[in-house]
């Protein structure tokens, strides 16, 4: 069975919302959208590049799906496309329907909760899910994330749309990993507690 991590850029204040660029996403007025480009720097790139060297499939909310579906196919110069185009996708939507136009992705329709949980048992390789703010939500509410991988850039926004909305359901986590980079973002990986919390 394999696990499901998930991938997301925040500040220091939650905020997950938009960290590309400024038109990413501005759903409820978002103003700050490209926050997390003052964050890069080599260590960075190196560290997301060891964890892209043996991808398994990756969990993608219909938003992210189309915006990534748009830009990666067409990068031919960044060494990201090959890995993206060859992984299996799996969309979470309710408005898109297969045959989705980027290779080597399918549609996940349904009780959300019960069709990720299936996809886990059913899948040998760990499932990555980028951005899809919607979708981990869900996610975490239904109990599905086994594992985060946040990197923390020491900034805060005062809005936006957070990794852990109001509500979110208590889990516990042990920190199993972390980078600093020399911008300051802090990259870690936090993994299920094992005392059964």
Not at 128 to 145: M, W
Not at 174 to 185: A, I, M, Y
Request: proline content about 5%.
């Amino acid at each position: 069975m394999g696990k499901i991590i998930v991938i997301e850029h925040v500040t220091l204040d939650g905020v997950m919302q938009a960290p590309g660029r400024c038109d990413e996403d501005t759903s409820g007025g978002f103003a700050h959208g490209g926050w997390g480009a003052a964050g890069q720097d080599h260590v960075m790139a190196e560290t997301m590049a060891e964890g892209m060297a043996n991808p398994g499939p990756l969990l993608l909310g219909r938003r992210t799906y189309e915006d990534f579906a748009a830009y990666w196919p067409k990068q031919d110069d960044n060494p990201y496309t090959v890995v993206l185009n060859e992984t299996q996708k799996y969309v979470v939507s309710s408005t898109l329907s297969d045959p989705l136009p980027w290779a080597n992705s399918s549609v996940v329709a349904g009780d959300v909760g019960h069709e990720v949980a299936r996809l886990k048992r059913e899948t040998d390789a760990d499932i990555g899910v980028l951005g899809s703010g919607a979708l981990v939500e869900t996610l975490a509410v239904h109990d599905l994330v086994d594992s985060y991988v946040l990197l923390i850039h020491p900034m805060a926004l005062g809005s936006g749309r957070r990794l852990f909305a109001d509500g979110c359901p208590r889990r516990e986590f042990g920190l199993t990993s972390s980078v600093t980079t020399t911008t300051g973002v802090i990259i870690a990986t936090y993994d299920r507690a094992t005392n059964g919390a």
